[in-house]
């Protein structure tokens, strides 16, 4: 759909742009777009981080509104706590577009996600066809580090990914879902697969950042080229990595479209123009086969590189 904007009465408005954690890259290349549009549309915006803490994200907000911000943009540290900001921002009758993770229940103007299941299929179908290359499909097993499954889209991005392994009846053995997101903890988590799944052959890692954990455990175990590593999201590093093979590849969201499309349908809000209830963007599954072709959406889209 092409949009023709009108600038009327634009001056002058402010976002706040509430965030779970922007030291994690994701949320600081959403927090890109949502900047880059504004300053299109001549808003103003304030950027809030709840270091993934329930309390400080419920202060963010009430700050948020304190300032008299005319519109939000949230992404929740979970489902179930969205729907808490929400609430509160009915009460101060601001519209609300929530960015990615989702809530359980409450109203809302629009809800931006990414298509978690359909991306982790494919990623799924990716490991699927390397690991029948190996030969490993038979007896191999493939071991997740989970985002919180309490979250709408960690369980979409389960969903997905288990259903192309089934159609290739290759086994999932064993998840374990981060707290912290730490490299500690991501380390630890590869550890134990490693460990106590004799048979495995790949681990799943539900996101990006702290991908060395999860390669320093495999090198620790001395499993280099016997267990493969996989990811959801991107980090600069996988533009050399994925050519390279030592991943695997990457079913790569477009937070920096995310951002834009965020205040986008603020705009069209403001001046009365169509807003769907939910804008499903698609995610970019990326191997050695594809990556090339894929380069330059890879760059502004995933990582926010211009």
Same mark, same amino acid.
């Given at each position: 759909m ?12 402010k976002l ?5 954690d922007m030291?994690?890259?994701f949320?600081r290349?959403m ?8 300053d299109?549309?001549?808003?103003e915006?304030?950027f809030?981080?709840?270091n ?5 994200e ?5 700050n ?8 939000l943009i949230?992404?929740?540290i979970?489902?179930s706590s969205?729907v808490?900001?929400?609430?509160l921002?009915k009460?101060?009758n ?5 960015s990615?993770?989702g809530?359980?229940?409450? +109203?809302? $103007?629009s809800? /931006?996600?990414?298509?978690?299941k359909? %991306?982790?299929?494919e990623?799924g179908?990716i !490991?699927s066809?390397?690991?029948?290359e190996l030969?490993?499909?038979k007896?191999?097993t493939?071991?997740i ?11 979409e991005?389960t969903?997905?990914?288990l ?10 053995d064993g998840?374990?879902q981060q707290?912290?997101?730490?490299y500690?903890?991501t380390?630890n988590?590869s550890k134990?697969?490693i460990?106590e799944?004799?048979n495995?052959?790949?681990i799943?890692?539900q996101?990006?950042?702290k991908?060395k ?8 175990s001395k499993?280099?080229?016997?267990i ?7 980090e600069p +590093?996988? $533009?050399?990595? /994925?050519?390279?093979?030592v991943?695997v %590849?990457?079913a790569m969201?477009?937070?920096? !479209?995310?951002?834009?499309?965020a205040v986008?349908?603020l ?8 807003v769907?209830?939910?804008?499903k963007l698609?995610?970019?599954a990326?191997?050695k086969d594809n990556i ?6 890879i760059k502004?889209?995933v990582l926010?590189?211009?």
């Amino acid at each position: 759909m092409v949009f023709n904007y009108s600038f009327a009465n634009q001056e002058n408005k402010k976002l706040a742009y509430i965030v779970s954690d922007m030291s994690i890259p994701f949320w600081r290349i959403m927090s890109k777009g949502i900047k880059a549009k504004a300053d299109e549309f001549g808003y103003e915006v304030e950027f809030y981080s709840s270091n993934n803490l329930k309390k400080v994200e419920l202060l963010n907000l009430v700050n948020a509104l304190d300032k008299k911000v005319d519109g939000l943009i949230i992404s929740p540290i979970n489902s179930s706590s969205a729907v808490t900001l929400l609430k509160l921002a009915k009460n101060a009758n601001i519209p609300v577009v929530i960015s990615d993770i989702g809530t359980d229940k409450g +109203e809302y $103007l629009s809800f /931006i996600s990414s298509d978690n299941k359909m %991306g982790a299929y494919e990623l799924g179908k990716i !490991l699927s066809k390397k690991m029948i290359e190996l030969n490993w499909h038979k007896d191999g097993t493939v071991g997740i580090i989970s985002i919180p499954q309490k979250r709408t889209n960690g369980k979409e991005r389960t969903s997905g990914f288990l259903e192309a392994l089934n159609e290739a009846n290759i086994k999932s053995d064993g998840i374990y879902q981060q707290v912290d997101f730490s490299y500690e903890e991501t380390y630890n988590y590869s550890k134990k697969l490693i460990n106590e799944k004799p048979n495995l052959r790949a681990i799943w890692l539900q996101g990006s950042d702290k991908y060395k954990g999860a390669l320093n455990a495999i090198k620790d175990s001395k499993k280099e080229g016997e267990i493969l590593l996989i990811c959801f999201d991107a980090e600069p +590093e996988f $533009l050399d990595l /994925i050519p390279k093979g030592v991943l695997v %590849g990457s079913a790569m969201q477009q937070p920096y !479209l995310m951002g834009s499309k965020a205040v986008e349908v603020l705009n069209n809000y403001w001046n009365k123009k169509e807003v769907n209830k939910e804008y499903k963007l698609p995610i970019l599954a990326i191997s050695k086969d594809n990556i090339q072709e894929n380069l330059p959406t890879i760059k502004i889209n995933v990582l926010g590189i211009k």
